[in-house]
């Protein structure tokens, strides 16, 4: 069965694009409060990069791998992370990989590297599985079938996940306090305040973070907790010959700088948790949300990730190899949906980029949104074709045409982690459940953050009949 006639082809509904003149300063204002992604015209889908300047100064919007090599990878050191981005999430992120700069992000980075190589990633899949396999039997699915939230779901599940790989499940029955907590973040604190936008100062106040206070409170309070127990756990273990849990929490504790520095604060292994739950838990519940939405929408793809699901196993070590249809699926939902949709750079010197020179203090922006969906980079850019990640086809994507996780010197850090958590979640799920679409009403991408859906995704999920 070919998945890609006409007749089959699915084109997800995206947010209507602009027409015509830029932003004036209280449309763009209002849009970057409400929904950054609805800024962009259509001309950034069709056009390579555009260079503009704004009363917040000179702005270039590349969307070219070249332009993007450049900038991410080539000539990394002279693109930092810009202020809107640390005043947004600053307050939870300020000390952790996510927001750093300079020597203080090149000592972080030595320091986190090894514990996340595939080799160590790859001792995390049994525990991934089973907290998979225990989530999918507690829904208790029927023939009649259950109408799930998806996001929320998802949240719990990838939260579930975490919560066993980093904190040997130290954190009990807290994962619907953290979802809230994350969901009351991500609607007011993490929005781009007007106030930030304009470069305010701290002082003033921002009605977003004041919103938002009880859930970062939250967060910090019951990470620093874990952090302090853990941190005097080991020190005990020091004296008694008792290990710590052998998980990721006490590995980052334990992590030493390779040029013989000193490990990270426990202020840094906190912020670094938080970026992992915001950074890693988030986006990847957001990808298998995503994806479920789309399998939902397309039965033939369902069907090859059903069979791919019953043959899986964990304890293979090429288990990954015989899913290729599950990872493509999934990797063409985040070009689709990318979790992170905007990256911003401010340029520390003059330089040229794709012919267009620009000044220091430039704001550089590279969006997955808009490069993964770009005319001139994707045939049928809008359109659900996962074969174009299948193993024959990948090598011809440019690797600086699709960069859900980035790309260069500040790529995520998690990528694998992420990736194999999402494709060893969706192969539990379709083992054992068929997921249908309750409604033709589309649902809405909004950027917060990640890209999340505008109104809660709910999907029928029944019990599989095989045989």
Same mark, same amino acid.
């Given at each position: 069965?070919?998945?890609?006639?006409?007749?089959?082809?699915?084109?997800?509904?995206?947010?209507?694009?602009?027409?015509?003149?830029?932003?004036?300063?209280?449309?763009?204002?209002?849009?970057?409060?409400?929904?950054?992604?609805?800024?962009?015209?259509?001309?950034?889908?069709?056009?390579?990069?555009?260079?503009?300047?704004?009363?917040?100064?000179?702005?270039?919007?590349?969307?070219?791998?070249?332009?993007?090599?450049?900038?991410?990878?080539?000539?990394?050191?002279?693109?930092?992370?810009?202020?809107?981005?640390?005043?947004?999430?600053?307050?939870?992120?300020?000390?952790?990989?996510?927001? !750093?700069?300079?020597?203080?992000? *090149? $000592? &972080? /980075?030595?320091?986190?590297?090894?514990?996340?190589?595939? +080799?160590?990633? @790859?001792?995390?899949?049994?525990?991934?599985?089973?907290?998979?396999?225990?989530?999918?039997?507690?829904?208790?699915?029927?023939?009649?079938?259950?109408?799930?939230?998806?996001?929320?779901?998802?949240?719990?599940?990838?939260?579930?996940?975490?919560?066993?790989?980093?904190?040997?499940?130290?954190?009990?029955?807290?994962?619907?306090?953290?979802?809230?907590?994350?969901?009351?973040?991500?609607?007011?604190?993490?929005?781009?305040?007007?106030?930030?936008?304009?470069?305010?100062?701290?002082?003033?106040?921002?009605?977003?973070?004041?919103?938002?206070?009880?859930?970062?409170?939250?967060?910090?309070?019951?990470? !620093?907790?874990?952090?302090?127990? *853990? $941190? &005097? /756990?080991?020190?005990?273990?020091?004296?008694?010959?008792? +290990?710590?849990? @052998?998980?990721?929490?006490?590995?980052?504790?334990?992590?030493?700088?390779?040029?013989?520095?000193?490990?990270?604060?426990?202020?840094?292994?906190?912020?670094?948790?938080?970026?992992?739950?915001?950074?890693?838990?988030?986006?990847?519940?957001?990808?298998?949300?995503?994806?479920?939405?789309?399998?939902?929408?397309?039965?033939?793809?369902?069907?090859?990730?059903?069979?791919?699901?019953?043959?899986?196993?964990?304890?293979?070590?090429?288990?990954?190899?015989?899913?290729?249809?599950?990872?493509?699926?999934?990797?063409?939902?985040?070009?689709?949906?990318?979790?992170?949709?905007?990256?911003?750079?401010?340029?520390?010197?003059?330089?040229?980029?794709?012919?267009?020179?620009?000044?220091?203090?430039?704001?550089?922006?590279?969006?997955?949104?808009?490069?993964?969906?770009?005319?001139?980079?994707?045939?049928?850019?809008?359109?659900?074709?996962?074969?174009?990640?299948?193993?024959?086809?990948?090598?011809?994507?440019?690797?600086?045409?699709?960069?859900?996780?980035?790309?260069?010197?500040?790529?995520?850090?998690?990528?694998?982690?992420?990736?194999?958590?999402?494709?060893?979640?969706?192969?539990?799920?379709?083992?054992?459940?068929?997921?249908?679409?309750?409604?033709?009403?589309?649902?809405?991408?909004?950027?917060?953050?990640?890209?999340?859906?505008?109104?809660?995704?709910?999907?029928?999920?029944?019990?599989?009949?095989?045989?």
């Amino acid at each position: 069965m070919d998945a890609t006639t006409a007749d089959t082809i699915f084109r997800p509904a995206i947010p209507p694009r602009r027409a015509g003149k830029p932003l004036s300063l209280l449309p763009f204002l209002w849009i970057s409060w409400r929904d950054p992604i609805q800024m962009w015209s259509e001309r950034h889908f069709t056009e390579p990069q555009l260079h503009g300047n704004s009363a917040f100064g000179e702005i270039l919007v590349v969307s070219h791998p070249e332009g993007v090599r450049h900038v991410l990878t080539e000539n990394a050191a002279n693109y930092e992370k810009g202020d809107l981005q640390r005043r947004v999430l600053g307050p939870m992120l300020a000390e952790g990989l996510l927001l !750093t700069e300079g020597e203080v992000w *090149r $000592r &972080a /980075r030595r320091i986190l590297a090894p514990l996340f190589t595939p +080799a160590k990633m @790859a001792t995390l899949n049994a525990r991934m599985a089973e907290v998979c396999h225990a989530r999918v039997a507690a829904w208790s699915l029927s023939a009649r079938g259950r109408v799930l939230d998806i996001d929320s779901e998802m949240s719990g599940l990838t939260f579930d996940i975490l919560s066993a790989t980093m904190f040997s499940d130290e954190l009990g029955g807290e994962a619907r306090g953290f979802e809230r907590a994350l969901n009351q973040f991500l609607a007011n604190g993490a929005r781009i305040d007007p106030l930030d936008v304009l470069g305010a100062p701290d002082w003033a106040p921002r009605l977003g973070r004041l919103a938002s206070f009880r859930s970062a409170r939250f967060f910090e309070q019951r990470v !620093t907790a874990l952090v302090e127990a *853990r $941190r &005097a /756990r080991i020190e005990r273990g020091v004296e008694t010959g008792d +290990a710590p849990p @052998a998980d990721l929490l006490s590995a980052l504790l334990l992590a030493r700088d390779e040029n013989g520095g000193p490990g990270l604060t426990d202020e840094e292994v906190a912020a670094n948790i938080l970026t992992f739950i915001l950074a890693g838990h988030e986006t990847t519940a957001r990808a298998l949300g995503w994806t479920l939405h789309l399998l939902s929408r397309q039965p033939e793809y369902l069907a090859r990730l059903q069979a791919e699901a019953d043959t899986f196993e964990v304890s293979d070590p090429k288990w990954a190899e015989a899913l290729p249809w599950t990872r493509a699926v999934l990797e063409e939902t985040m070009r689709l949906f990318p979790p992170a949709p905007t990256m911003a750079r401010k340029a520390l010197a003059d330089d040229e980029i794709g012919g267009q020179t620009i000044k220091a203090g430039a704001t550089v922006i590279i969006s997955p949104w808009i490069l993964q969906r770009h005319q001139l980079l994707w045939d049928d850019p809008d359109a659900f074709k996962p074969e174009r990640f299948l193993p024959e086809n990948r090598k011809a994507i440019d690797r600086y045409a699709y960069i859900p996780f980035s790309a260069g010197p500040r790529v995520c850090i998690g990528a694998a982690f992420a990736l194999q958590e999402a494709m060893i979640a969706l192969a539990a799920i379709l083992r054992v459940a068929d997921v249908e679409a309750l409604t033709t009403v589309e649902p809405r991408p909004v950027h917060q953050i990640t890209l999340r859906s505008r109104e809660p995704m709910r999907l029928r999920l029944r019990a599989r009949r095989k045989g």
